[in-house]
């Protein structure tokens, strides 16, 4: 029998779940009480990671994940372009339960990500992400993901967004939603840098730049509660509640089949950086395809994704093949397959 997917079927399945798991505090607090949320203008950020009025896509690889991270950025303009010195910084990685790296994003990236933040002098600097619902704590997950170990040496502050406070943000475009309700801390800083990791998804199809984002929204808007069918829209739609900065796409380890927690792992060993969120999902959909493991991407046009669309009519980045540029590097000895990686990353995403 095929079960439908009704958004009060999570509802009851997560409670119960919650329940049993003796979880009573996130049930009562994240799924029966409305959070108090004030009322805040969506901050929209240019993309200043251009060359020819191109969108900028970088991709390296290497041994070096702080070098890598260096270069990529340098490829692009370096960080000096989004002003880092004397701000506030966010890094908001991908947290979604107490598995390693690729269900989560590599420490080690969050780790380089840190040190060149420090070495441009940014005043504050703060890890955060909220976890599945069913995975709560966000804390616990980081220490037993290795997020926590990494930050602990350095004066990092780590924000579980459960445990802070809510705005809200209209979305008069949205079809699924008209009001967002994300976490208070993207409008604490100054700056906000998304660190996602490339990997394949049962419902969402894949998880890069733009999924990343449910990380800070609060748990009654998580997509299954809204529309299950439409998991893609909806995450474009919430997306338009805020622009990050600057997009590090954890490449190191990915998962290209099944996901987003279990599923089959390629070691690709990249860094891919942008300042625009569609461009980051192209280019990440584009090496997922070169592997052909997931039928859902390896079949379809990459600018074809239901995400993509949704994000395109939304004005969320690039539109077209035409506004890219891929820029990119190899670190490694043996370059042959970097150089036969990124031509399938040309040809999926049509860039030329």
Not at 127 to 145: C, H, Q, R
Not at 305 to 332: D, F, M, N, T, Y
Request: glycine residues 6%.
């Amino acid at each position: 029998m095929k079960i439908t997917k009704h958004p009060l079927f999570y509802f009851i399945g997560i409670t119960i779940y919650l329940f049993l798991k003796f979880k009573w505090l996130y049930v009562f607090k994240h799924l029966f009480r409305n959070p108090k949320a004030r009322k805040v203008k969506p901050e929209f950020h240019q993309n200043v990671y251009k060359n020819s009025n191109k969108t900028l896509v970088s991709i390296v690889k290497g041994d070096n994940i702080y070098s890598m991270l260096k270069e990529g950025i340098e490829l692009i303009g370096g960080l000096d372009k989004i002003d880092i010195k004397g701000k506030s910084v966010l890094i908001k990685p991908n947290i979604v339960n107490r598995y390693p790296s690729p269900a989560n994003t590599n420490p080690y990236v969050i780790k380089a990500i840190i040190k060149l933040l420090q070495e441009y002098g940014a005043s504050k600097i703060l890890v955060g992400d909220m976890s599945a619902i069913f995975a709560l704590p966000t804390k616990k997950n980081a220490i037993k993901s290795g997020v926590w170990e990494v930050i602990q040496d350095e004066d990092i502050q780590f924000v579980s967004f459960e445990d802070r406070g809510w705005v809200e943000v209209d979305i008069p475009e949205g079809r699924f939603i008209k009001k967002a309700i994300v976490s208070e801390v993207l409008y604490e800083v100054d700056r906000i840098i998304n660190v996602p990791v490339i990997k394949t998804h049962g419902y969402a199809t894949y998880t890069i730049s733009l999924k990343n984002f449910i990380g800070a929204v609060h748990a009654k808007q998580r997509p299954y509660f809204i529309a299950p069918d439409y998991w893609e829209e909806i995450v474009a739609e919430l997306n338009a509640a805020y622009t990050p900065h600057l997009n590090i796409i954890d490449g190191t380890r990915i998962i290209i089949k099944g996901g987003p927690t279990k599923g089959k792992i390629a070691e690709p060993n990249l860094i891919i950086v942008t300042g625009d969120r569609i461009a980051a999902d192209i280019a990440g959909l584009s090496i997922i395809k070169a592997f052909g493991e997931w039928e859902r991407i390896s079949n379809k046009d990459v600018w074809a994704q239901r995400q993509i669309k949704r994000a395109i009519e939304l004005r969320l980045g690039v539109s077209s093949p035409s506004e890219l540029k891929i820029v990119s590097k190899c670190q490694c000895a043996d370059k042959s397959e970097f150089e036969e990686l990124i031509q399938k990353i040309h040809q999926y995403s049509n860039v030329s």
